[in-house]
């Protein structure tokens, strides 16, 4: 069972235009949502994270929305540059318990110059 | 990546034998955590630690099993390598809480022939 549904697996964008990746989530304890950025040869870094008492959270060029009512979330990447190209990890946790988040399977994202 | 070492960083190794993967950390973090990534599969939760001795199964514990005598070790076993098991393995460190996210290392491509 997959909790956490992400979406496109992979993803080709031009210099300058907007890269979006979509996570869905089943469960309603999940109450941190963060998202990792992998370059080829290293692991995952963590890029941003939301909490779901906020609908936006902006960091730079980088802005997760979080619809809380519709389980959704999602990391929009505007004028997105070819060193952005990157494999992206959406994640859910919910607090108490292992504190283990649950990852989606990952978008490759390739942006053009 | 600072603070947590993974060796080898490549291994190739023949169905049947036994395989260890170390991870080593500086940060003197409380939980870590075995990954396996593959392609369409994301990351998946192989072991975690969450003190010296302290162990728990993943998602994907088949076949693995891992011990934590350190605070900055921890290891992974293959007890028999199987052709299944060739994958990119990630360790990972969080605080307590793991609200701060997760510290990847720089994973080991392990092929199994």
């Known amino acids: 069972q997959q909790q956490v549904k992400q979406s496109p697996q992979s993803l080709i964008v031009q210099k300058g235009g907007i890269s979006i990746i979509n996570c869905a989530y089943e469960?309603?304890?999940?109450?941190?949502f963060p998202w990792y950025q992998q370059f080829p040869g290293k692991g995952p870094a963590l890029l941003i994270a939301?909490?779901?008492?906020?609908s936006e959270k902006k960091e730079g060029r980088f802005t997760i929305s979080f619809n809380k009512s519709a389980k959704q979330f999602s990391l929009h990447i505007m004028d997105s540059q070819p060193g952005d190209s990157a494999t992206y990890f959406c994640?859910?946790?919910?607090?108490?318990?292992?504190?283990?988040?649950?990852f989606g399977r990952g978008t490759s994202l390739i942006v053009h110059p | 990546d600072a603070g947590i070492t993974q060796s080898p960083r490549h291994k190739v190794t023949e169905t049947g034998t036994p395989v260890t993967l170390r991870c080593h950390q500086t940060?003197?973090?409380?939980?870590m955590y075995w990954y396996r990534q593959d392609p369409g599969h994301g990351l998946r939760l192989i072991h975690y630690?969450?003190?010296?001795?302290?162990?728990d199964k993943g998602e994907v514990s088949d076949g693995y099993s891992v011990s934590r005598s350190k605070t900055e070790d921890f290891l992974l076993t293959l007890e028999s390598a199987t052709s299944s098991q060739t994958s990119v393995y990630f360790c990972?460190?969080?605080?307590?809480?793991?609200?701060?996210?997760?510290?990847f290392g720089s994973g080991t491509r392990l092929t199994v022939v």
């Open positions: 469960n309603t304890a999940f109450d941190y």
């Open positions: 939301i909490r779901p008492d906020v």
């Open positions: 940060e003197n973090h409380r939980y």
């Open positions: 630690s969450y003190g010296v001795k302290d162990t």
């Open positions: 994640a859910a946790r919910e607090s108490g318990g292992s504190y283990i988040p649950t």
């Open positions: 990972a460190i969080s605080e307590s809480s793991g609200i701060h996210g997760y510290t």
